[in-house]
């Protein structure tokens, strides 16, 4: 999945940067978290949710590791030291994942590289919101999903689309007003190609998953899309220019130059709040079918050294304080069933909150999806720009 960062945060660097050789500590037991993430995550989690941990449990201690790299290289580089080491009877250096993908290395699983995350091993789990289970070995504790972001003082909200066909409507009847980024330059614009593809195949995201790919699936299926896109080419911002991000499109609608665009909901409700983007921009989900999203499940290697302070990490993050901060701090969705959430949070947050979360693979799918946008949506555009 594209991340994205906020457009006042800096461009964090890609080098990995691994964690010193685990010293003794009279004090406290380190927990070593390894991440990924942006650097609005990375800092939330120095400051917000460590000195909370702590000082909730004064015995352990976090060590946040930035481990960035090309297509989160960083955290799978490390979870395939933590299989080496499982294999090897080694200690992985590493006891906490902030974001990975259990499924990664693909045989890590079957191997019993993580711990099953059910009520058993972390009291909380039952505060989690089903929708946001993927699978049993990651704890979705913060969630976010593309979402339509519009300038009210432009947009009266009798006008605001209901479904894709009124999206449509409301495009082509406001040429220039409307801008989607490129598929492959961040997640805004891949997942409104996402959406396009759904729509274009009976709003069915199931026929799209990791296990039913093939070639002749996608070139029977994808095709049907870019007509779709086509057509409304005519009506998009400078009669079809497309953004290089998340953060240009993001930019285009606070300078003024559109009305509409797909956003990431946290980084659009990090706008807001911040005052990088106006206080009239409102946010929307499309009621017949939403825009793609996604939830960052925190794992935990099975022969971590420090298991059981790393399970209790697990624990903490679905406490009330932590999910309120996830919404309020972070711009994102809780990862508990928000009807566990304080009620007034809710309703605060009523126009984004998903009834359903539908998904589409990386991979083999997102590669051929991007192909065939360049070659029949936006054929004169230079990828490589």
Known sequence: MH??????????????????????????????????????????????????????????????????????????????????ALKAGADPQVDFFEQHDPRLPKDGIEAGLWIRLDAGAVPGYGRVNPLAVETPYGLPYRGSQVVLAYDSDKVAEAEVPKDWPGLVAWIKAHPGQFIYGRPDKGGSGRNFVVRAIHEANGRDPAQFMVANYSKQAAEERLPKAWPLLNDLAPSLYEKGAYAAGNTPTLQLLASGAVSMIPAWSDQALQGIAQGVLPPSIKLFQLQDLALCGSFADAVVPSNAAHKDAALALADFLLTDAIQVSVVKDLGGFPGVDWAKLPAELKDQFAAVIPKSIPTYPGGDWEAAMNDGWYRNVAPNIDRAK
């Open 3 to 84: 991340r994205r960062q906020i457009l006042s945060a800096g461009v964090a660097a890609g080098a990995i940067a691994l964690a010193p050789r685990r010293q003794a500590y009279a004090a406290a037991t380190r927990i070593d978290v390894y991440t990924a993430s942006d650097a609005n995550v990375s800092d939330w989690w120095t400051n917000t949710l460590k000195p909370a941990f702590e000082a909730a449990h004064p015995d352990l201690e976090i060590n946040v590791v930035i481990s960035r790299g090309a297509g989160s290289g960083g955290v799978v580089a490390i979870a395939d030291r933590a299989l080496a």
